[in-house]
């Protein structure tokens, strides 16, 4: 059946291309694991060994990832990449991706095979080892929700996109937390060898060809309400216990007993948003809540001050990427 | 935040659990890191040791899992397992769960170990090594939906779910394939410390709570008409070109020139489904591909030879467990 013709929608390009995984101590497995089995599932489904998977770190041998599981590297210094080769640098969790930013052997090795490389991508908390070697300076990119406000403070250079699940510039691609790392090797095999081969895979490995819905689906930290903490938390407070009224700017500011502009200023400065979206952000955390606590959709957008279910449905999908009953249905608690 | 406050939802059970991953040479590298990194993510997210991860194989040492992924493992002989602890069996591509299921030494080294465990689990073929070890025997699982109808033959006692992305029977917990091995250990991590810190979890790993749809929704063979293929190849044929028409039990006997008893009853033995159900898999699949290729439901509907698009919808909802408008938008080529 289907899979005697894949090769007919693969491109006739018979070299292998090899897919280094940078990694360090303590990083994501899943980070590897994940992009890792797309490249090996297109080998397997065209019968073709159009990717090659190695591990690479800063020293060579064991690599413990954490627990019991340990990862066997290859030397950084010891490959010699080739333009049709990707470079992808793995994640991990706030103490091990420090610890790895603050290795300058590692930013130093991965510095200096970088520009090799036809491709380079990361997954997590690997674009802050992208950033903090230099390999990075201005593109456009994605990480983590938990650390994309940080990423985006240290790097100025860079524009972090804080709802994609993997951005493309260029030649470099950066995935936002752990299992888009699946996405992003699912985009490059496209880019690859096409559409046909890439849903194959996806369906080979039990996974969306397209996930629903932006990163900020999942996150559920509001970043700038603990920015504009300190400052506004009064003002927070009482916003909160009226998301089912309008609140309007020039109410906010009479709160703070300023100016309207003075406020919009003011409060901009300290939350990284405007008041006006702040004030959407609230109602749009609210809202996903209330949906994973069992409500219906008219019951939340009464609640989160919406008048009609319709401008609550445009809003959510805007800032969610998916319908709320949608969402309610996937990220239910 | 909500980080100082999850331990408030989680149980104040206080032992660690061991989650032991049994893995073999070329076994899948993703079926293991994608449930350690929920059972990790659980550990930092809640700030407490609730999970260790352990990989174990036959002999110990490093597992090649497929060209330049080498994990480190322990001897199975050498673990003592206790009652909350968990038994995971990876699985793998054909070539590589075939040699692991006719590995005698593994089979017994599972064997002798599997009762002191608490709750035993696997991923996609790794329902294999399960039932082959005597593990599994009259259970309710799931496996790769590709080898779901082999499983089914070879193990008759085992009641095989072609559509469920995990299956819980008893302490015996399958899943599907390959990522549902994340969805399984969701389901573990709730049942153990509840449902908030599952979402937390899933979160972090930018992962949904919960998947829509059934595995039936990735899975691009029809079992039933390659098995029906060599006696009924040019009824199927025929049924193919007709789709938009009604197809009755009885035009598909009159086409085979047997009396409408004796076609049910030849062509339900030769494809494993009675002529009507075939029919209905026939009309699903081909609306599946049409809106795939960017068809509107509304003229899928009518291609596939239903009346109304809401009768389409409702029978596509049923067999592939998402809306026809969903399931377009995550699995278009």
């Known amino acids: 059946m289907a899979e005697t013709t894949i090769n007919d929608y693969i491109s006739p390009m018979t070299d292998t291309r090899t897919i280094y995984f940078a990694t360090f101590p303590g990083a994501e497995l899943l980070d590897i694991a994940g992009p890792a089995a797309v490249f090996t599932a297109a080998n397997q489904l065209s019968g073709r060994p159009l990717y090659r998977v190695d591990v690479i770190a800063l020293p060579s041998g064991e690599i413990d990832h954490g627990g019991g599981l340990g990862l066997t590297a290859r030397a ?12 992808v640098v793995a ?25 090799q490389f036809g491709r ?5 908390s ?13 593109q456009r990119v994605a990480t983590h929700w938990r650390g994309a406000p940080r990423l985006a403070a240290r ?9 994609a699940l993997y951005v493309r510039d260029g030649d470099i691609w950066t995935s936002a937390g752990v299992t888009t790392g699946i996405d992003l090797a ?16 996806a369906r080979e490995l039990v996974v969306y060809a397209h996930r629903p819905g932006h990163q900020s689906q999942f996150s559920d930290v509001l970043d700038a309400q603990t920015r504009a903490g300190d400052r506004y938390g009064a003002l927070i407070d009482w916003m909160q216990d009226r ?17 309207e502009r003075t406020f919009q200023r003011r409060f901009s ?16 955390k609210h809202g996903r809540d209330l949906l994973e606590a069992g409500l219906a959709v008219k019951q939340v957008a009464g609640r989160c001050g919406f008048r009609s279910e319709a401008a609550f449905r445009t809003a959510f999908r805007q800032h969610f990427g998916v319908a709320p009953g949608q969402h309610a249905r996937m990220l239910a608690v």
């Open 76 to 87: 950084i210094a010891d490959i010699i990449p080739g333009p049709a080769d990707t470079l």
């Open 91 to 115: 994640g991990g969790y706030e103490a091990e991706i420090t610890r790895a930013v603050a290795d300058t052997d590692l930013l130093a090795g991965l510095g200096r095979i970088a520009r």
């Open 120 to 124: 380079i991508g990361s997954v997590c």
């Open 126 to 138: 690997g674009t802050f080892l992208l950033a903090a070697a230099g390999i990075i300076t201005d």
């Open 155 to 163: 790097f100025p250079g860079l524009t972090v996109d804080p709802d």
């Open 186 to 201: 699912l985009a490059m095999l496209e880019a690859d060898h096409g559409r046909a081969l890439k849903t194959r895979v």
């Open 243 to 259: 998301l089912d009224q309008p609140l309007k700017v020039a109410d906010l500011a009479a709160y703070c007993g300023q100016t």
């Open 269 to 284: 400065a300290a939350s990284g948003m405007p008041p006006a979206r702040f004030v959407e952000t609230l109602r749009m």
